[in-house]
């Protein structure tokens, strides 16, 4: 017996380390990602790591379905099949739909091995359905941790869209494992124990986005004024997160920014000379090294209309070419132009990025007047709730799972 026991504890040490060893490696390929991507496409091609992840998908695919063939037949078999050719073939969708993106189809393929890993190693603990849960969720705290540690570094940066993905790939193979393999070891019979360990997982990944949720301009700020070595992160331009506003205008459509309107034309009247020296100093200034240097820690305003600025003049300039579709494109560039007119005025007046009334004429003559616009700048704000709110909905939550834990515990007991 003593035996048996050790050699479980071994088989679970030995799981659990290869868990923790495919979450290092996805960590420590962060500074060399984009370096290796594009040594990649130099010598084999741009599309050859979105052809080595479906020759993955697919060979995996066939190697599972071969091992099913050898000990299920009839019914049971197709119903299987049918769950891995669905599942296969999401992951081929999605792939294919990430094919400007390779680094991020790679992603999806280390994800589903890391969920994998999450799988073996909580099964030497949990023996019931809970396990597909709590792997996947495994797999959601590490692909958020992955997410913090891009936007730290150089160049790279937070996107919660990421984070859905990475998260998404494992319960993919979580679905693939329970609907497409249905190992005899898991019981259907969901134990007490298993319960604690998946609302721990749980809550871990509730407050860790919660707090990526707070990680705010302004407290990056307040952190980093008293922690001297964490002021590398105010050269970041790409915030985390941020809260705003999401502004409606008739001539417009819908903006959004840091700022109610009535802030926005405050900052505008009163800096406005402030601001528009900075614009015309930085005019020889590359973009990216201007949103570093002016970035939403220390000037969140010239931040926002440097974008917007970015914006009407890239499509102004697509307007012009015959290969593109002008009308679209000069609605865009006027529009762009209105709030800056409208919100950012006195700065734009100042400033040399004030288009002349000539060219001004000649957008809108072209420009659909009426058409309805939502401008992409800012729209990764969190408009819709606050902090607060955000904290009190966690602080509820988590209260919930305690309470829902005491009770399960009061049952068995009975």
């Known amino acids: 017996m003593r035996i048996i026991e050790s050699i479980e504890r071994k088989n679970a040490s030995f799981s659990y380390a290869c868990f923790i ?22 010598h084999l091609g741009d599309n050859f790591l979105l052809y080595f992840v479906l020759a993955a998908v697919i060979c995996s695919f066939f190697v599972v379905l071969a091992r099913l063939k050898q000990s299920l037949t009839g019914k049971v078999f197709l119903n299987r099949f049918a769950w891995l050719s669905a599942i296969a073939g999401t992951y081929v969708y999605l792939t294919v739909k990430l094919r400007e993106n390779p680094e991020e189809a790679i992603h999806f393929l280390e994800y589903g091995l890391l969920s994998y890993f999450a799988h073996r190693a909580l099964s030497h603990h949990v023996k019931d359905v809970t396990v597909y849960f709590t792997a996947s969720l495994a797999t959601l705290f590490v692909g958020t941790v992955d997410e913090i540690l ?3 570094w150089p160049g790279r940066y937070w996107d919660i869209r990421d984070v859905g993905l990475n998260f998404l790939s494992g319960v993919l193979f979580q679905l693939g494992l329970y609907k497409g393999i249905n190992p005899q070891m898991v019981s259907e019979k969901i134990k007490k124990g298993s319960i604690k360990i ?12 919660g707090l990526c949720a707070s990680n705010t301009p302004s407290r990056i700020v307040y952190y980093s004024k008293r922690l001297p070595w964490l002021s590398f992160l105010h050269s970041n331009a ?25 802030k926005l034309q405050s900052i505008d009247d009163r800096q406005k000379e402030i601001h528009s020296n900075i614009l015309n100093k930085t005019t020889q200034m590359d973009y990216e090294q201007f949103l570093r240097t002016y970035n939403p820690y220390s000037h969140p305003f010239l931040y926002e ?14 307007g012009k070419n015959p290969n593109e579709a002008k009308r679209q494109a000069l609605t865009i560039s006027f529009k762009e132009n209105l709030i800056l007119e409208k919100y950012f005025g006195n700065t734009l007046r100042l400033s040399v990025y004030r288009w002349p009334q000539q060219i001004r004429e000649e957008v809108r003559k072209h420009a659909a007047l009426d058409a309805f616009y939502e401008s992409p700048v800012g729209s990764d704000l969190f408009t819709s709730f606050t902090e607060k709110t955000l904290w009190s909905a966690i602080g509820g939550f988590l209260i919930a799972v305690v309470l829902a834990n ?6 068995s007991r009975r």
């Open 406 to 411: 005491l009770l399960v515990f009061k049952r």
């Open 150 to 152: 891009q936007w730290t």
């Open 198 to 209: 998946f609302s721990i997982v749980l809550c871990s990944c509730i407050i860790l986005l």
């Open 305 to 318: 209309m440097r974008i917007h600025l970015f914006r009407r003049d890239r499509y102004l300039l697509r």
């Open 21 to 42: 060893v495919c979450s290092l490696f996805i960590f420590l390929t962060i500074p060399f990602a984009r370096t290796f991507q594009a040594s990649v496409d130099r």
């Open 238 to 262: 790409f915030m985390m997160t941020d809260y705003g506003y999401k502004h409606r205008d008739p001539e417009i459509g819908i903006f959004y920014s840091r700022f109610s309107k009535e």
